[in-house]
């Protein structure tokens, strides 16, 4: 199986600021990469898929970029409802794998 | 607005069967893929299968064998089952559409396998 590794594990951010989580994917993927959001007690939100392309409705301070093995989701100006896990899902490979996910709290 | 809502017991024993039921509103069976995916505790999530509304279906590897899916388009449900479970099946339980980018979830259901 495709290993999926994110990082940081956790990330300390202030609300208006930006958070950049990574993600890496054990082999090429090309472009087959979506990005999750994940709160306690509520359905888990596609965000992003394709790597980049932002789902409709998501805001735009949500960006995704990346392709082969490198990835990376970008929320620039962090809102209260933003902190949160993100995990990552590499989809080129069956299974699909995902990433541990990386928190997302307040500092 | 699609809603998916996870339902069956919480409690399995070790040996026996699991198995949850997703209902589906504000979307049609049809022409869709409907999935299964799990988060054990302290764990990233494992895709566990998808059915599609024509009847097929695939399971990850690390899990055939133990599962199967099925759909009851009249119902608007789609089901899991998983047999001989152990206590390393214990987990948030999630349904959702689509296969393999799941668009809409459910807020998942937690299973836990103890005697």
């Known amino acids: 199986d495709i290993v999926m590794t994110q990082s940081p594990a956790t990330l300390s951010v202030s609300p208006g600021e930006s958070a950049t989580v990574s993600c890496r994917a054990s082999r090429n993927i090309h472009i087959y990469l979506a990005w999750y959001q994940l709160k306690p007690g509520q359905a888990p939100r596609l965000l992003i898929h394709d790597a980049s392309t932002r789902v409709t409705g998501i805001p735009p301070r949500f960006s995704g970029s990346g392709s082969g093995t490198e990835f990376t989701l970008t929320i620039s100006s962090l809102q209260s409802e933003d902190f949160a896990v993100y995990c990552c899902q590499q989809y080129k490979e069956w299974p699909p794998t995902f990433g541990q996910g990386t928190k997302v709290d307040v500092k | 607005q699609v809603q998916l809502q996870e339902s069956g017991p919480g409690l399995v024993k070790p040996s026996e069967t699991l198995s949850l039921t997703c209902t589906v509103s504000g979307a049609s069976m049809t022409n869709n893929y409907w999935s299964w995916i799990r988060k054990p505790p302290g764990k990233g999530l494992e895709w566990i299968g998808y059915?599609?509304?024509?009847?097929?279906?695939d399971y990850n590897p690390s899990l055939r064998g133990r599962v199967s899916t099925s759909l009851d388009s009249s119902r608007n449900q789609f089901s899991l089952t998983l047999i001989s479970v152990t206590a390393a099946d214990t987990a948030v339980y999630f349904c959702g559409k689509g296969s393999p980018r799941v668009e809409f979830w459910g807020q998942g259901a937690l299973v836990t396998v103890s005697s």
């Open positions: 059915i599609h509304s024509s009847g097929t279906t």
